[in-house]
């Protein structure tokens, strides 16, 4: 067995490119001047959204409001509408059956060109901002803004984001949908990163949402105007003495800032094209002059709205942007193509994740996902073992990689899902398996992982069943596949051998995987995996292995953020503490005068 993975944060670290959430993938309806109703489904996220019809035909609303079939002008970077009005299936009329036969094969590639053309431009701009440093406690600016038309909605809503944002938080309270960001990032890192988010405002922008949230060709177009204002607002509030805090790198530049715009996201209402998507990105690479306070420059930016579908959201579009400024991609689709290949799905804060429970309580960060952190370190499996009561990453476990052996960056990752914390809303719960392969990191930090087929980091389903989401269709088949994801599944599969259904296949080498994982169980009291790995060995024995936890000490007691242990007894003078309990676990606490 050995360690892996330094050299891949290392090469991750200088990476960078900008992201979104996806859509919500929910086909809509909307009523044609002819009176028929027509049902559309969204594709693709901030950077490049479109409209296709249930059998896969791009449409565009025209002048008189009619969603209409759509052809790329000649500059190929716009799209045009044609006069033929769309129609369902079942009900089109012999004109638009023609139309559609002799509709341009190439279309469709088109649209797949473009969204690729945007994210490659985007790309060539040089990221500046990611935030490097996955440890400690940094400060992070949370901007609350309202537009001149849009006010958010709580009665006091910088309390109610201090709670949901800010707050340490229990085990109980995380599984009942009551948990934090904060506690969300101290439970992913085993306390090594306890960010210290700051709600500011709200402040109001001077114009109305749409102004900043009018979409042109299938991209906000103003959205960064409305970065530059509400920070430049916010610095007039003088609700922060010193802005420099935020610079926690001392580059000159403040880490990252978030923003929370009040009204809904266009993830959740994609048809309506003059709100504002959530994503992450640079403000000098909108064109924008940097804003500046106290002697340091704001740039790396993240944004998303307060409401998800008349309801207030929770944090977990949240964690997922900010997650971005840690530097994660995306796991979906970020090419515009329709979302037909299983990647992470809801295994993901990366996917879909970021959706559980309303958004109250979002996946947990999988092995992959800690390791690039540096949180954990996954141990390769290279001779026979027998792993007993093996734990989730969640509570101390660590990721197990198996690797292909005439392709060292094509392999597997697995990791118990138990049924606590942020696992307790996990679909199914046993041996969950990831498979890997990056022969390049470019796909990661160009945020083009998984447009590929297969997928380049994706879920092995125990049941085969790889069933994608279409909201509002098939919800009840897909959560029942989800269900199945996990070693042992549901209809008994307790193996995963290069003969097994899903085979433990590998894209490179002729002979297969050829390191068999037998007789997988679940112990649903401990929380804990066992299995045989190439047969088992009752000499070589793997259990209790746990993830060290934070490094700055191994005391219980009190420490300052910046890690300088205080002692035993409970500080005196007011602030913010960390206290680790006999555990280790460890918990941001609130000393008030």
């Known amino acids: 067995m050995k360690k892996f993975l330094c050299s891949m944060y290392l090469a991750l670290s200088l990476s960078g490119t900008l992201q979104a959430i996806p859509v919500w993938p929910e086909p809509f309806q909307v009523q044609q001047a002819d009176g028929t109703i027509l049902t559309l489904n969204p594709r693709g996220d901030e950077w490049f959204s479109y409209f296709e019809t249930t059998d896969g035909f791009r449409v565009i609303k025209d002048e008189a409001g009619n969603y209409v079939y759509a052809l790329w002008g000649a500059d190929g970077k716009s799209a045009l509408p044609t006069r033929i009005i769309a129609h369902d299936p079942l009900s089109r009329e012999v004109e638009e059956r023609e139309f559609l036969k002799n509709y341009p094969k190439d279309e469709q590639e088109k649209i797949h060109t ?34 001149a038309d849009t006010k958010l909605t709580e009665t006091d809503p910088k309390t109610g984001y201090e709670e949901r944002l800010c707050r340490p938080a229990t085990q109980e309270e995380v599984e009942v949908g009551k948990g934090s960001a904060y506690q969300y990032f101290v439970d992913q890192s085993l306390g090594k990163f306890t960010p210290n988010f700051v709600v500011i405002g709200p402040v109001t922008l001077e114009s109305g949402y749409a102004v900043y949230g009018t979409d042109v ?20 509030t003088e609700e922060i003495s010193d802005w420099s805090v935020f610079d926690n790198d001392k580059d000159g530049l403040v880490d990252a800032v978030y923003v929370i715009y009040a009204g809904e996201g266009q993830h959740a209402l994609p048809m309506q094209t003059d709100l504002i998507w959530p994503h992450t990105f640079q403000i000098e690479n909108r064109g924008l002059e940097l804003p500046e306070a106290d ?20 944090f977990g579009t949240f964690c997922h942007e900010f997650s971005h400024c840690l530097g994660l991609p995306d796991f979906y689709r970020t090419d515009g193509q329709s979302s037909s290949v299983f990647t992470m799905e809801s295994w993901s804060l990366m996917d879909y994740g970021s959706y559980t429970d309303d958004s109250f309580r979002p996946i947990g960060y999988r092995a992959l996902e800690k390791a690039y952190m540096g949180w954990i370190t996954p141990i390769e499996l290279t001779e026979a073992t027998t792993v007993k009561d093996w734990k989730s990453t ?5 990721g197990l990689k198996i690797v292909n052996n005439v392709e060292s960056s094509e392999y597997y990752i697995v990791e118990t899902i138990d049924e606590s914390g942020w696992n307790k809303g996990a679909f199914g719960h046993g041996l969950l398996i990831s498979y890997v392969f990056l022969r390049s990191m470019e796909p990661w ?14 879920i092995v389903g125990a049941d085969n069943d790889l069933t994608t989401l279409i909201t509002g269709v098939n919800e009840d088949k897909y959560y029942s596949s989800l269900a199945g994801d996990t070693y042992p599944s549901p209809n008994g599969n307790d193996e995963f051998t290069d003969s097994s259904t899903p085979a433990a296949t590998v894209q490179v080498g002729f002979l297969g995987l050829q390191k068999p994982l037998t007789h997988i169980s679940y112990d649903r009291a401990k929380g804990t995996v066992s299995f045989d790995f190439m047969g088992g060995s009752e000499d070589n024995i793997l259990t209790g292995v746990v993830a060290a936890k934070n ?31 006999v555990h280790g676990e460890m918990r941001k606490i609130i000393v008030e005068r």
Request: proline residues 5%; contains cysteine.
């Open 217 to 236: 060709n299938g991209q906000d177009a103003n959205v960064g105007q409305m970065i530059v204002e509400a920070i430049q607002k916010a610095v007039a």
């Open 394 to 398: 969640d509570r101390g476990g660590t």
């Open 295 to 314: 002697g340091v420059k704001f740039n790396q930016y993240s944004c998303s709205s307060e409401m998800m579908r008349g309801k207030v959201e929770g």
């Open 551 to 581: 490094t700055a000490t191994v005391s219980e007691g009190y420490y300052r953020l910046d890690g300088v242990w205080l002692g035993t007894e409970k500080p005196e003078i007011p602030g913010i503490y960390l206290q680790r309990d």
């Open 114 to 147: 473009r969204a690729f053309e945007i994210q490659n431009q985007s790309n060539a701009q040089q990221r500046i901002g990611e935030m490097t440093t996955h440890t400690g406690a940094p400060s992070i600016p949370v901007i609350l803004v309202q537009f």
């Open 445 to 458: 930090y160009n945020n083009t992982v998984n447009n590929t087929n297969p997928p380049r980091v994706s």
